[in-house]
C-alpha cells in the first residue's frame, strides 16, 4: 500500500481518489483556490504532476486533464498522479494570452522564495499562484507533464517538448523518454538560454516534459483524446499503469528558432504550422494599414513551422518559430 499524500489539509490514503482546491490567497471578493484531484494508487510507484493552464488560454491539455481525472482508478495506479487542469484560472477565466488581467505577471518565472511586498503596485497574483503551487505540489512531484498549446493568437504545431540543460544527462535522457513515450511525432527539444537562470530558482524540479496540443486557442476532442492517450502512455512509461505505451516506430526532432520583425503593421502568412519550409523561401509579409508592403518574410534555415503568430505585429515580435535541424530516432 503506497503512503498517504498530504496536500494542505486534505489527505489521501493509498488507493483513493480524492478531489481539493489548493489555497493560493484571499482577492478582494473572496478566497483563490484551485481546483486538483489526487489519485493516489494502490501499489507503489513515483508522483506524477499533470498540469495544463500555466497560460490561461490553451485549451487541450487541460480538457485532456478532465477526461484522466474522471477516468483513472486508484485500485490500477502504481504511485501518484496529481492533477491540476488549470494553474493560472485568472487568465483562464478572463480568455487572457500569456499573463493575466490582474497583474500582467506570467506564471512561468514567477517563482519566488519570498513574495515580495508590493507597495501600490499591481497585486502579486502570479507570485502567490507560482509558490502555493511549487510549495504544495510541484516540489512533491518526480516526473511532470506541463501541458500547453497554442495560445488564442497562435497557430501551432501539434508536438511534445521537453529541454535539455547540459548539466546532468541523465536528467535529460529522462525527460527526452517521457516525451518520446507521449508518443506524438514531432519532439521540440529545446536549450536554456545562455546566461538564464534555472527554474525555481535552482530549487528541486520534478523531471518534466510539456506539450505543444493544437492552436489558435481551439479546444477540439480529437486533439484532447491524443493528450489522453500520451498521458496514459508515459504512465506506462513509467510503470504506472499496466501495459506498454502504444506509440510510432519512429519521432522527430527539431530545434526551435525564431523570426523576427523588422516592422510592425498587418502580417500575412503563406504558410501554417507543420508545413516545410526551404532556405530562402518567402513565407509571409508586413504590410501598412494601406496596403503596402513593409517586409517580406523569408527562411534563414530549412525546417518545418512550429508556430506562427498573430496578424497584429508590433516592431520586433516573433512571426514565426520554426524546427530546424530535423532528426529522426527510434
Ligand atoms: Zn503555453
Not at 493552464?53 to 495506479?77: F, H, K
Amino acid at each position: 500500500m503506497s503512503r498517504t499524500v498530504k496536500i494542505q489539509d486534505l489527505e489521501v490514503k493509498g488507493g483513493q481518489k480524492k478531489r481539493g482546491n489548493l489555497s493560493i490567497s484571499e482577492k478582494p471578493a473572496g478566497p483563490h483556490q484551485i481546483p486538483f484531484t489526487v489519485v493516489n494508487g494502490a501499489g507503489d510507484g513515483p508522483t506524477l504532476l499533470v498540469n495544463g493552464g500555466i497560460d490561461g488560454s490553451e485549451y487541450n491539455g487541460p480538457a485532456g486533464t478532465l477526461r484522466l481525472q474522471t477516468e483513472l482508478d486508484p485500485t490500477e495506479v502504481n504511485g501518484t498522479v496529481i492533477i491540476v487542469p488549470v494553474v493560472n484560472t485568472p487568465a483562464f477565466e478572463a480568455r487572457w494570452v500569456y499573463t493575466n488581467p490582474v497583474d500582467y505577471r506570467g506564471l512561468s518565472g514567477a517563482f519566488v522564495r519570498e513574495i515580495p511586498r508590493g507597495g501600490s503596485g499591481h497585486p502579486l497574483i502570479s507570485y502567490q499562484v507560482a509558490k502555493s503551487f511549487y510549495d504544495n505540489i510541484l516540489s512533491k512531484a518526480e516526473y511532470r507533464l506541463d501541458l500547453h498549446g497554442g495560445d488564442i493568437i497562435e497557430d501551432l504545431l501539434i508536438s511534445t517538448m521537453y529541454t535539455r540543460f547540459g548539466e546532468d544527462p541523465k536528467r535529460d535522457d529522462a525527460a527526452f523518454a517521457l516525451a518520446r513515450n507521449f508518443g506524438w511525432v514531432w519532439i521540440r527539444e529545446g536549450r536554456p538560454r545562455p546566461g538564464a537562470k534555472p527554474p525555481y530558482e535552482g530549487q528541486p524540479v520534478p523531471i518534466t516534459m510539456g506539450t505543444e496540443a493544437g492552436g489558435s486557442g481551439r479546444c477540439q476532442s480529437d486533439i484532447v483524446d491524443m493528450v489522453f492517450k500520451g498521458i496514459t502512455n508515459v504512465m506506462k512509461h513509467l510503470r504506472m499503469l499496466r501495459g506498454e505505451p502504444d506509440i510510432p516506430k519512429k519521432a522527430k526532432v527539431y530545434r526551435p528558432y525564431h523570426i523576427y520583425s523588422e516592422r510592425g503593421g498587418f502580417f500575412i502568412s503563406d504558410v501554417r504550422a507543420g508545413d516545410m519550409v526551404r532556405k530562402g523561401q518567402e513565407i509571409g509579409v508586413i504590410k501598412n494599414l494601406y496596403g503596402d508592403v513593409l517586409e517580406r518574410i523569408t527562411v534563414p534555415q530549412p525546417g518545418v513551422i512550429h508556430m506562427v503568430t498573430s496578424p497584429a505585429v508590433y516592431q520586433g515580435d516573433a512571426l514565426f518559430e520554426i524546427g530546424t535541424d530535423i532528426s529522426e530516432v527510434e
